[in-house]
């Protein structure tokens, strides 16, 4: 009997602790999400010389509760709610049912990517949020050259970084390609890619494509091919011998 008595009275005091750890982790939790909560877009993807806007909400925070709200980015912090911005970038502050601090990457370039933070130290506590910034697909310009012995083709602006492929109809010549690429100072690629050519081969034009092995995709192409060039210098020539003749006949009639 008194043993089965203070048992129970040891499950009731049990009991009641966990009711009240309950309810205070309740408080706890309501209490620290409310304080701190932050939105903004996890992972953003763009093309190169875009303007990414990444907005951070700050729900259910009071402007009285903010000691810090900034955005941070490539080692330094670029925007500051009610702050002067970093150059680069513009930043936007706005209250209007809650603190939004809005942070715009302008021209974004592949030297860019990465994590940019969201930071907001309140009352209750330092909260972070990151969005992550990518960039794909970026092509500047391209061109192309050939004369009787070289096919060169090449692209600018390009990113991720890709490879020249060359055919000629359904023949694959990329092996006895040579291929060159640089990097500039916003990590954007320029890729050259020069063919040797035989005299006899060139009345088929020649297809060279850049190939993103990254995106497993053609990014862009473009046809290389001297027939054009020599039907039109042909027809030149022939323009200037009727002009000749021309000229030779008026200096007749006038003499
Ligand atoms: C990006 O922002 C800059 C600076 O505000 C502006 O001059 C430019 O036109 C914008 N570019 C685009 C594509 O919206
Ligand atoms: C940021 O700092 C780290 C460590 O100091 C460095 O490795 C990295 O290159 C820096 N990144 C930028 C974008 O400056
Ligand atoms: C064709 O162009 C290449 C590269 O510009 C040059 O080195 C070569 O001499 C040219 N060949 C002819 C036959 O004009
Ligand atoms: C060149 O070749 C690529 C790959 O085979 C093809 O996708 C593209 O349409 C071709 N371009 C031209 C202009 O013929």
Redesign the pocket.
Known sequence: MIKASSLSSGTRTQRVFAWVSIIWLTFAVSAFGKAVNLETIPKVVAQCGENVTLPCDATSSHLSDIRFFSWVGRNKTLCKYDGQPDPEVLCESAAETHPKLTLTLIRVMPIHQGSYLCKLHSKVGLENLASVVTVQDCLGSSGS?I????A?CWFNGVYPVGKVHWFQGVAELTESASTQEDKDQYGQYTITS?LNVQKENLDQPYNCSLWIPRAKKYLSSRQVAMVTVRSLSGRGVKLQWICMMAEIIMVKLVM
């Open positions: 050259f004369n009787e012995s070289h060169k020069t």
